[in-house]
């Protein structure tokens, strides 16, 4: 799958892939929350070029409840990314080394 362009990282986009996934997509002038399962509160934003996510997780949930939030929650980024999980990972390591040690 390619990453979305740039244009589809709209509040319009994420709002319908947050009410797709989860079932409730709340829309403010600049962001999309929304929350299911494990997932307190999710807030995403589209930056620049980016998909910006604030995540609270609660971790006393049962098992298959945590386990079917994991599930929806890679589909929502991969479906606004094109990223899979192990991509994004990847990406993530990536820009973890090239920032450098921190001190």
């Not at 997932?39 to 995403?44: E, G, P, Q, R």
Request: charged letters at 25%; glycine letters at 8%.
């Amino acid at each position: 799958m390619r990453p979305a362009a740039r244009g589809q990282l709209t509040l319009d986009h994420i709002a319908v892939t947050c009410q797709a996934e989860f079932g409730v997509a709340d829309r403010s002038d600049d962001a999309v929350t929304t929350h299911y399962g494990a997932i307190d509160s999710l807030v995403a934003r589209p930056g620049k070029g980016e998909l910006l996510v604030e995540l609270r997780m609660n971790p006393h949930v049962p098992n298959d409840v945590a386990a079917e939030t994991v599930r929806r929650y890679n589909r929502f980024l991969e479906t606004l990314t094109g990223y899979t999980a192990k991509e994004r990972a990847k990406k993530a390591q990536k820009a973890a080394k090239a920032a450098g040690p921190t001190g």
